[in-house]
């Protein structure tokens, strides 16, 4: 699938091929400067970072201080156990609701599957930032507001990954369900041993996809939180922000540590990932 | 009996799914309906149907018209590089030069960070007299621009954040486009005489339609629900320049108490959305049809 290296025959180091690496090269410092000169930045003392902000010999020297700060003195580990709960959350029930959905789309004839699969079909322009509101009066008629499940409920369905399911599971072979039916199974055990081991690929997108949008989503979970011990990490940063005011240093340290598990997420799967977007084209943001 | 029991495990695969989807956004999205013709507020005070008038006094809301039209001026700018640079990055990655996986982590990586995250990097970018931003400007002699506080710039560094925040995706879909086109049709291309440029303006460029399609469609949708980067970078200022319309709901809801307004708003705001999409959907209909 991936094209690697020269064509044969070409010169691998034309002079335009070495002007197109520079030029790449060049695109991509430019893309990661942010990140490192926000490492710098958290790894200096206080005082520098403030005062000498572009050396990158601050006087004082390189220093794990504003993360032993952050992390000592601010919410950051309760906020990351917040996220981490209500994603994991998220995750398990959106897969598991999405693919049985999806099952019974693809292969169930039942009674008034049209008008739901309509209906889902519908929904996937609703934008969720526009139902905030209701949404909001909801969960305090609920009781649900500053609660793991105010959180996690509003969340933990997507429509589109059922229509992305019910596509995949469209394509497996019928005859291979048809063998373990003829043999007793039911719908739930053939959907069990069946199905599921031959979807293992793209319930791993999927399940990778909705972690990361729930990990990253700012707007739901800051409306419905608004104790701080149950925000989420991307809310519970925010109020670090103001709260930090000029400790850029601390800032910057907040930020490294909210954005590292991801980065671990993103090394870990990496193929899963890029395959994930580069045949279904889903994602978010 | 057998269809019955057909239904019956329909419904029991489906079933989880349709609770949380009715409870979570049917319900919502209707109850949101009943609330735009109310004059519900927080108290309470003021329910009760009042007709058209939310609907009546959004259309003639300066605020409103204001942050539709940043909303749309974001859309453009944000677009069009978020197309032709995706573009241009995945084509040059594309070439098969050495480094790979270094410039597709690049470009990549920011992608996964959460809004919060990315806006903490930036805002230390922009900071007018301690960031990285204004500090090279300097070295060259030139003056310091107020990135976030200039009314003529504020939309232009929320482009940017945006630019370099989001682009990973798009290029990933263009590489990919890329990766699928048959390698025969540029050896066709070679033998006929056709250079590099003339195979990227009638082989390649030609072939991505489709995903340019995807990527357009996908982008303008996206952009037009911007909030969060603007939101926490100029929380819509200087002047409500940067406010969109997703952050004039939230506040007229939120920090107004407005209910019934907001809610009018969202739904405005939604018929745009729905019109934008069928557009898209007969221009990409027409297109594939010609």
Redesign the interface.
Known sequence: ???????PGENPWSL??IA??L??AF???T?????A??VL?SLKSEADA?AS??SLNPPDGLSFAAYRKVLSAGDIPSWAWNSLITSVAITV?TV???A??G???SR??????RW?YA??IA?I???P??????????MLAFNLVDTYWGII??Q??A?AM?LILKRFFDQIPLELEEAARVDGAS??RV?WSVVLPLSRPILAAVAIFVF?GA??N??WPF?VTTDAHLMT???G??TV?SAYGLQ?AQ??A??IL??LP??V??LFFQRQI?KG???T?F?G? | MRKRDETLAGWAFATPFAVLFVLFLVVPAVYGLYLSFTGETLTGAGSGLIGFANYGEALTDPDMWKSLGNTLWFTVLSTIPLVVLSLALALLVNLGLPGRWLWRLSFFMPYLLASTVVVMFWSWMYNPTLGLINGVLAKFGAAPVAWLQDPKVAMLSVVITTLWWTIGFNFLLYLAALQNIPEQQFEAAAIDGAGKWRQLFSIVIPQLTPTTMLILTLQILASLKVFDQIYMLTNGGPAGKTRSIVQYIYESGFTGYRFGYSSAISYLFFALIVVVSLAQYKLINRRSAA
């Open positions: 699938m991936i094209k690697q290296g020269h064509k335009s091929r197109a690496l030029v790449l695109l991509a410092a893309w990661l400067v942010p990140f000169w926000s930045t403030g902000t572009l029930i598991a609701t999405s049985l959905a099952y019974a789309f169930v004839n039942f009674k008034g599957k739901l209906a889902i929904a322009i609703i934008p930032q526009l139902l905030i509101v209701p949404l909001f009066r909801q409920l509003p933990a369905f429509p059922v719908r739930l959907f990361i990990w990253n700012f707007l409306i990490l991307p809310v940063l925010q922000k850029y800032n910057m907040s930020a909210a954005a991801l980065v997420v993103f890029i977007i580069a045949t084209g994602g943001q």
